[in-house]
């Protein structure tokens, strides 16, 4: 009886394993963690989880202190293509100017199936001219091929 359990999963392991494609792609966006900016270009006060999600809430009631916006990204992927494509896309809107769209892209090497982090910025004249930032999705490509994506509730 043993045996024979062992062998169907022997069996449906070697299935498995011959029915995946060897050199096919595979990605996730895990998290992402949107920051706002003060002038200096801080996004807290100190190392202090507590710290910073109290600066990000005064940053949010006062935002004419921000001065921009960080985008932390968790992600991970399996490629042969050495160069991946971590890109954000923005959506802002202000009460004077029609909604806008901004994108930001980072070449990214594979990770071999461990977690990395990657910050994009967006700051200056971009992040004036975007307005609030009232949506946002997070994509990792190989070339052509969306591997992973995350998104705002508003996107």
């Given at each position: 009886m043993r045996r024979l359990r062992a062998?169907?999963?022997?069996?449906?392991l070697l299935l498995l394993v011959a029915a995946t494609p060897a050199d096919a792609a595979s990605?996730?966006?895990?998290?992402?963690?949107?920051?706002?900016?003060?002038a200096?270009?801080?996004?807290?006060?100190?190392?202090?989880?507590f710290d910073r999600d109290a600066y990000q809430a005064y940053l949010r009631q006062n935002p004419q202190l921000r001065a921009g916006q960080r985008f932390d990204i968790c992600w991970r992927a399996r490629a042969k293509n050495p160069a991946?494509?971590?890109?954000?896309?923005?959506?802002?809107?202000?009460?004077v100017r029609a909604p806008r769209e901004?994108?930001?892209?980072?070449?990214?090497k594979p990770s071999?199936?461990?977690?990395?982090?990657?910050g994009l910025e967006i700051q200056g004249e971009e992040f004036r001219a975007l307005g609030e930032i009232?949506?946002?999705?997070?994509?990792?490509?190989?070339g052509d091929q969306l591997l992973?994506?995350?998104?705002s509730l508003l996107w």
């Open positions: 062998g169907l999963l022997l069996s449906g990605g996730k966006v895990v998290k992402v963690l949107p920051h706002h900016l003060d200096q270009g801080r996004h807290t006060l100190s190392p202090s989880l991946l494509t971590l890109r954000v896309e923005l959506r802002g809107a202000s009460s901004h994108t930001l892209t980072t070449p990214v071999r199936g461990l977690t990395r982090w990657t009232t949506a946002w999705r997070v994509t990792l490509w190989d992973g994506e995350q998104k």
